[in-house]
């Protein structure tokens, strides 16, 4: 497996900077530059699992934290630099909807079909939950529906107040989670232990050096990729949303589909489950707030204002997901269902 | 109970004959058609039911499944065809706001007063609940929010796609409630095994050929009710949308709200609760995406789009559903208050 | 403690009458009126609890029920008589998001700083989940969303309608509690009984006589009060609606609020979370519809329709409350989940 992805590097990066200056076909550049990051960002993803078991769990959950999304924060920053604010909501709206219904469905269903019912733990599911509605149901929704009533200088100040609150309370949950509360609400300590004593793949320098050189890699394919959107969009006749809510989205968080999937397969629910929801929390608490706090310092700032659509389609599915996993407990129907949500939301946005 | 339907088939099946072809007052022909319908409703429920004895618990889930809501569908599709889509969308809202509340909240009343404490199947209603919320809150919402900002041509693509999602996902349900998972999540066995070794009332021959003419009796009177809205809804100052939501949900629903409230009488508040909810899933997940299909070959196609009010009638009486059943617990004041939120959506329909 | 709230009184009556005479500065007198009735409030907490105790559980509940929040009914009832109803609606609003967010938030952060783990009766949170969904998702959303396809003389019917329905289901919750299932889902009868056998602080004849001034004395000040809102808005830059969701709301529950934070800081979370809850749902089950039906003997009649910021922001404000309080567990964390959506929901108020 990360043999190929090594190879996609390897042949990718060059071709993606050939590419470029060569000024091949864009749709052809589209694909080269999505697949090199998607293996780009396996190998992001594998140097700081390594970092985390060195510095130990503290630091390693604070850096997962960070960079566990860093793909997309880098994509959304060059398209934010770009002024492309409407791919950038979009492809938040679909980081949301995409972890929590697709990676979430694919793991229950996949799951699911191997063993009759799987179980995950429902502290951490009820924990999640409260997260989930008070970052979408709150602090996404407020600022769309009070906007509509608000002058327009004010829509941004709101989205700044919210965005500063939303940072706090991530870090409030990293500390709760690592800190005050940490093995609290454990249910299964063998396992946990098991996953902290794994020994690291890389050194330390090594998996930093690592980190460093994929990142740099990964903006520099990211800036040229989010150029490619307008003409790829005509030539499929996909509308900038859908490239950011579907395809954007599904290129940026690749490794981890994959990886909550294997976990899923290996019956490992709880992790599948960190995955999927710790990763849309990440979106919704961390890379959406920053995004808007990094917007100030360029042309257009970006308010915290999602399209009707793209805020309806995140919070029924967070609704959706609340209460599938509210039982702590899985199995390939309810896979099914939530895969169904995500359908039906694709089919939704090709037609918008 | 029985000698009363069969009378008023005896006696209002002619009427209804007779009634039409005189042109006798149209209040007075809605009338007896509404309470034919009722009576033939109860027989196609009988003859169901023995046919599913005898064709054992899984083809017998089918058929309860298929012709659980026949008569609404045969309603429904008259009134489509005589172009009254306003009266089908509200007749399906009326049938999810109906089940959910009406019925579930008269059973959980009349039990309530009679018992101090009542349980049902808590798996189930978790089950339950994820698909209402999937087909009510997804199916049903995206539809509507999408289509405000999409061509109109769109919204009947978006529809038929939604349906067939939904079709799917419901012959899925049956799937995993017949086959792979049948008995997993079962408490209380005994019960159900003395709910499968009932015996017919009626031979398979007899009660084939009973659902049969029922059928086409329902059939025959639906066509003529359908075309007495509009006048009956003129001599009582009743707008469509109310006759729709409030009086067709109720005649073509009167034989389950029946049944449903005497097994809540009987303690068997796991049948009542299943009778109210897996019909409104059926009405959500196949009734209305079947009429949608069907639409096709009529002169107005009717996408999945119902009026703002319908929508947020049926996403809250969803909402407050599964938040009364979640405890897999009743007494009579959570059926009080059910009745409740039925009362205030009545008023609001009759005044809208 | 209260000590200090005797001396506010007998400082801050008299120069509450005296101010409005000699026509002191408008924002003087708007800080004066606010401290003498937070302070009149805890003495009318005071008596009723020894009313309370006198009348035994019953007449007492009853009571508790009726004058629980009869500060904010005073207020409401003046501001209605001078015709501001955004103001009246905007102090619902703030009443329930205030006890819902801001004195839950800070109960569970305050109790949570001190105790790891803290825990509340499940039953009565579920019960009253119900309850909540009921009347503000249901009884609140309807009129708004049904209003706006209504023609306006329909819309007060409707409330009138939706108010009634309320204040019937309000007494049922009371009998239900009081009377019919009294005591069925306790879980710690002990704590309980301590609590019934507790002596009262004053004579049966002194409490009914203390209430009966320290009411009398609110409704003097708070007719006062509410002619100060327009000029004090003007020099703070405050809008009617801030004043009413975040300023009113706080004058009116500043006694509760603080004594909902003790019982937590005591671990009493029962106690705590019962005060927030059901202060929450005897505004908007019996203060909010009293306020609509008294409204017809006034110049212009109170609609139950509410702006949409205000409803989006109850409903999103009862939405996390359940999922947050659904285990009937709480943290520091959760606690600072609910306040951040305060913080959040108040910035949006602001900037309105």
Not at 45 to 57: K, L, M
Not at 61 to 88: D, H, P, Q, S, Y
Not at 241 to 249: H, N
Not at 319 to 339: P, Q, R, Y
């Amino acid at each position: 497996m990360y043999k190929v992805f090594f190879l996609m590097i390897a042949i990718g990066f060059p071709l993606s900077v050939l590419g470029s200056l060569l000024h091949w076909p864009v749709v052809l550049l589209f694909i080269i530059y999505c697949l090199t990051i998607v293996a780009l960002a396996s190998f992001m993803g594998r140097a700081t699992e390594s970092i985390a078991i060195h510095t130990g769990p503290r630091v390693g959950g604070l850096l997962n934290a960070t960079f566990g999304n860093a793909v997309e924060l880098i994509i959304a920053f060059f398209a934010l630099k770009a002024g492309l604010i409407t791919v950038v909501l979009a492809s938040l709206t679909g980081s949301v909807i995409g972890n929590l219904l697709l990676v979430m469905g694919l793991s229950f269903f996949i799951g699911g079909i191997k063993y009759k019912r799987q179980t995950f733990n429902v502290f951490d599911a009820r924990h999640n939950s409260g997260l989930l509605v008070f970052a979408v149901l709150v602090a996404f929704v407020i600022p769309e529906i009070f906007s509509q009533e608000m002058e327009p200088k004010n829509t941004y100040t709101l989205s700044v107040g919210i965005s500063i609150i939303l940072i706090l309370l991530y870090l409030a949950a990293l500390y709760f989670k690592l800190v005050t509360h940490r093995g609290v609400y454990q249910t299964s300590d063998t396992e946990n232990e098991a996953v902290e004593q794994e020994e690291a793949e890389w050194g330390k320098k090594k998996a930093i050096l690592i980190l460093l050189l994929a990142t740099l890699a990964v903006a520099y394919v990211s800036e040229s990729l989010v150029h490619t959107f307008e003409e790829v969009g005509e030539a499929f006749g996909w509308t900038e949303l859908f490239i950011g809510v579907i395809v954007v989205a599904i290129v940026g968080n690749a490794a981890e589909h994959a990886s909550a999937i294997i976990m899923a397969y290996k019956n490992k629910m709880d992790i599948a489950v960190e995955i999927a929801v710790g990763s849309t929390l990440q979106i919704a608490m961390f890379v959406a707030p920053l995004l808007v706090l990094i917007s100030f310092f360029f042309e257009k700032p970006m308010s915290l204002v999602f399209t009707v659509p793209e805020l309806i389609a995140m919070v029924t599915a967070v609704l959706l997901a609340i209460v599938i996993s509210n039982d702590g407990e899985t199995n390939w129907f309810e896979g099914a269902t939530v895969l169904a949500a995500y359908f039906i939301m694709g089919i939704g946005f090709f037609l918008l």
